[in-house]
């Protein structure tokens, strides 16, 4: 089994920032691309960064220059700073993880439970 487990969202007034972490565990022997999505209320999901293997990274238009994404391979983890927050940004944060089992299983995706983070004064 394979979980991923996101922190570090909560509520923050416009201009501040936060850093979301998302650690995977379980059964795991490899980790290709791994990134985060977003959800506001009544919107549909949308990609915000995505960091591969090799630590080539990419962004949505809208957060360019104020988020960063950064993975730490050692601890299985992915990390969301964000910057310069403002309340468009409100919504739930859900983290994903493109992960091989074994070297007997391909990938799949696997997605954690959603973290919270609302920007408002």
């Known amino acids: 089994q394979v979980q991923l487990v996101e922190s570090g969202g909560g509520l923050v007034q416009p201009g501040g920032s936060l850093r979301l972490s998302c650690a995977a565990s379980?059964?795991?022997?490899?980790?290709?691309?791994m990134g985060w999505y977003r959800q506001a209320p009544g919107e549909q999901l949308e990609l915000v960064a995505q960091i591969t293997s090799g630590d080539n990274t990419s962004y949505a238009e809208f957060v360019v220059g104020r988020f960063a994404i950064s993975r730490d391979n050692a601890k299985k983890t992915v990390y969301l700073e964000m910057d310069n927050l403002k309340p468009e940004d409100t919504a739930v944060y859900y983290c994903?993880?493109?992960?091989?089992?074994?070297?007997?299983?391909?990938?799949?995706?696997?997605w954690g439970q959603g973290t919270q983070v609302a920007v408002s004064s």
């Open positions: 994903y993880g493109v992960i091989r089992r074994s070297s007997s299983n391909w990938y799949s995706t696997y």
């Open positions: 379980g059964t795991i022997f490899s980790i290709n691309d």
